[in-house]
């Protein structure tokens, strides 16, 4: 028995420190955007105990804000199949019973492991466990019912149901979120155009000399359909921006007009340069207006909207 768990840990250990030589060596941004995250050290340990717990929360909501899941219904079935395997006594060694509860519950914790690891609500992109552990948990319990009450059993039965309704459900979230991105994307190049005729216009020869901020946000309408989530649905006009930090989706949206348009605008400005753009901005007009779009002799600054506290981020 000890010499498997040894055996579980070392292999663990061992694709840890390959994974930490890769990361550090050939994606050092990736690495340090996760190490980024970790809270454990510069957060009080309740605090960071708290993020754990609500994420374990969220994940038992079958639909949120940023999952929809079979999580919550693998549960019973893994604790089935595990009541029925010492039931029918499967193992004839204790040592590999053992095993194979220890295994399931670790499948089981195993989309928090990085929540537990960096004591923070990481962002979903970085939880790739929860489908594998959702689908496997589904098709194991299913497997164990029908293995011990036959296909036709009530159970079995119930639980096909389920899985259907919750792949049916699951395609119907999946085509919100491509909508959602489709109107974001078609919000984003209309305004991307818009905005680079409009500085071409106003500042002229000047654009690529002088640095460009661009104050506030544009948030796209999604439609009765499109369904925002933690990565769809969220424009690049807004993304970074916040209050305290007005001019924060600035460098997405360079990135975007460049992309998108092939225009290259300067984004060499300073702390001094954003917080002046945020000072400027409060006399001028929301873009399109006339008045939306100024021009100073270090910089230039777009006026997307007002500045104010975003009362819409559903990410939590």
């Known amino acids: 028995l000890w010499a498997g768990v040894a055996l579980i840990i070392a292999h663990f250990c061992f694709f840890y420190a390959v994974y930490t030589v890769i990361a550090d060596t050939w994606f050092m941004a990736a690495g340090d955007y996760m190490e980024g995250q970790r809270n454990w050290g510069t957060q009080p340990v309740i605090e960071c105990v708290k993020n754990i717990l609500r994420v374990a929360r969220n994940q038992l909501y079958t639909v949120g804000p940023r999952n929809f899941s079979f999580y919550t219904i693998g549960i019973p079935l893994a604790i089935y199949a595990v009541v029925k395997t010492v039931k029918q006594k499967r193992f004839q060694r204790k040592q590999n019973l053992v095993l194979f509860v220890a295994a399931m519950l670790l499948l089981l914790a195993s989309p928090f492991l990085m929540t537990v690891y960096s004591g923070a609500m990481l962002v979903t992109r970085t939880q790739f466990a929860l489908p594998e552990v959702a689908a496997f948990l589904a098709m194991y319990g299913l497997w164990m019912l029908e293995k011990n009450g036959g296909k036709n059993s009530i159970w079995a039965n119930i639980v096909r149901i389920l899985g259907i309704a919750v792949l049916c459900l699951q395609i119907g979230y999946n085509l919100r979120l491509h909508e959602a991105d489709r109107l974001r994307y078609a919000h984003d190049t209309k305004l991307a155009e818009t905005v680079v005729s409009a500085l071409q216009e106003s500042v002229g ?77 409060e006399a001028m007009g929301v873009f399109p207006m006339e008045n939306s779009i100024c021009k100073t002799e270090e910089f230039v600054v777009v006026k997307l909207s007002e500045t104010e506290e975003r009362t819409d981020i559903d990410w939590w």
């Open 205 to 281: 020869g000047e654009l690529a000399e002088l640095p460009v901020l661009f104050v506030g946000y544009r948030k796209p309408e999604l439609g009765w359909f499109g369904r925002r989530s933690e990565m769809y649905g969220w424009s690049f006009f807004e993304w970074d921006y916040s209050k305290d930090n007005p001019t924060g989706a600035t460098h997405r949206i360079d990135g975007f007009i460049k992309a998108y348009t092939g225009v290259s605008l300067n984004g060499r400005y300073t702390g001094q340069m954003q917080r002046e753009a945020a000072e400027l901005s």
